[in-house]
């Protein structure tokens, strides 16, 4: 059922007077407008869903992972203490193989080298390419679409989910769509926060948002996937970025001098770059401890 982007409920037993399902497992879906699942206890039938698509401004969450680099170890620590995507309410990883981060959680496998070269005006990665095909399997999959915001998360961003869901209840989608602008310089890749009817709008503007700026800059635009997805919504799909939420990310890349201590108040989302263990662990421990005394301040 987790696997199937219809299925919105399975049940797993015998239908009375029925020899045919016998101990039966049966996927169900639902109307879209359905908002609550009433549960029916009946004997020798046990049900459930896949997820939990019925909560106020759910997040899916997503990574991308290069296998043997430094984000397997950090994915999988993230995973054993549920720390960033492992705490959101639906979450994947994507990667060119597949791979094991716990019991039952696997990569979502593309096909990619996860190779790219630096370029353009700004000499950064022009991964589009790369970030494009992930963008895809996360399409096909279709789990963005049960769920009120999609987080696309670098495993090297401290990442707190539950400050982002409180922040979020003061962005409400719109008819077009929304999406945070974490930066002043415009929408950085270390955590991108779009809301469900964005990423819908996304999925089916990608196409000519390629054809629009290929003819623009006579050729491709060399642009990472960040500043090409903020081109593509802002200026082609009329999904207007919010202004500038600076409490989205603090990094080292966007006027955030701090961000290595990760002490920057109880309601910073995500810090950005922590590339070892050690100081993946530490950041979070720093900003648990600064969460902590605020609150006891407050008191």
């Not at 890749?189 to 809301?195: D, Q, R, T």
């Not at 009329?238 to 309601?267: F, I, N, T």
């Amino acid at each position: 059922c987790q696997e199937n982007p219809k299925c919105r409920v399975w049940v797993w037993g015998s239908w009375a007077g029925d020899k045919k399902h016998y101990q039966t497992c049966t996927l169900r879906t639902l109307p879209s407008a359905a908002q609550v699942i009433n549960k029916v206890h009946r004997r020798g039938v046990v049900s459930g869903a896949p997820f939990t698509w019925d909560v106020r401004n759910s997040l899916f969450c997503f990574s991308l992972v290069r296998p043997g680099s430094y984000e397997m170890h950090l994915l999988r620590m993230q995973f054993h203490k549920r720390w960033s995507i492992f705490a959101c309410d639906e979450y994947t990883v994507v990667s060119n193989q597949s791979l094991t981060f716990g019991p039952g959680i696997k990569s979502s496998p593309v096909i990619s080298d996860l190779q790219c070269s630096k370029g353009g005006e700004f000499k950064t990665a022009l991964n589009l390419e790369i970030f494009l095909t992930v963008w895809n399997k996360i399409f096909e999959e279709g789990r963005w679409r049960y769920n009120s915001w999609t987080v696309k998360v670098d495993p090297d961003s401290v990442f707190f989910p539950q400050r982002l869901q409180a922040l979020v209840a003061w962005h409400p989608d719109t008819y077009n769509g929304v999406y945070l602008n974490n930066c002043k310089l415009g929408l950085h890749g270390p955590i991108e926060v779009l809301s469900s009817r964005a990423v819908g709008k996304w999925h089916e503007g990608i196409g000519n948002c390629k054809s629009y700026f290929n003819n623009k800059c006579s050729g491709e635009c060399l642009w990472g996937e960040d500043m090409f997805i903020d081109q593509c919504l802002s200026k082609t799909l009329d999904v207007r970025p919010r202004a500038l939420e600076p409490k989205v990310m603090c990094e080292s890349h966007c006027d955030c001098p701090s961000w290595y201590w990760c002490q920057e108040g109880k309601d910073t989302v995500s810090y950005h770059p922590f590339k070892s263990i050690d100081a993946y662990a530490n950041c979070m421990a720093n900003a648990l401890d600064a969460e902590l005394a605020a609150s006891e301040l407050e008191q």
